[in-house]
């Protein structure tokens, strides 16, 4: 993990060059010499706090946008460590993998139906779309006013904004991937 002074660094540098201004140019706005800025780009710099804020109120960011730690462009995401939501007493667990909290447009989840159960699911937005691979496992799909089986190695794409049902009518317990995707 980088230090705070590479990370402070770094976003000054990223914000600077998404703002089209050269280091002359920030020196200016900020009042911190050329040769400072310079140097806390590199991380070499130890730069107060004064100094932090002058450059974020030259770059008119909020001083927080100079030490957020940056997203990382990967995820692992482990289900052991996810808390699912029940339906069906239990026998239906659902994990929010990559839920739509940054708005892509889309979910992913991971599904896991006992033999038996049952789950209805209300309607999504207008114009939502499901999409579902099952792994193992044979479930039975109302969807639309008709009637779907799918089995193991089959996949299904659904509008999914009425009411539709999934029921598990195999002798095991059913493991599926759904996308959500919200135009």
Known sequence: MDSMNMIVAKNIKRMREENKLSMEELAKLSTVSKSMLAQIERGDGNP????????S????????????RPKSPYEIVKTSEIQ???????KVKNYSI???NENRRFAVYYLE????????????????????????????????????????????????????SY?????????????LFNP
């Open 48 to 55: 107060t706090i004064s100094t932090l804020w002058k450059i």
């Open 98 to 100: 990559f839920p739509d």
């Open 167 to 179: 029921k598990n009518i195999g002798k095991e317990t059913a493991k599926l991937h759904m996308i």
């Open 84 to 90: 699912p939501i029940l339906e069906d007493n239990g």
């Open 57 to 68: 109120n030259g770059m008119k960011v909020p001083f927080d946008a100079l030490t957020v």
């Open 113 to 164: 139906l006992d033999e038996s159960s049952y789950w209805e699911s209300q309607p999504h937005l207008k114009g939502t779309t499901e999409f579902i691979t099952i792994f193992t496992g044979e479930i039975e799909i109302y969807a639309d006013g008709q009637r779907f089986i799918v089995k193991k190695g089959e996949s299904i794409r659904f509008k999914a904004d009425a009411i539709h």
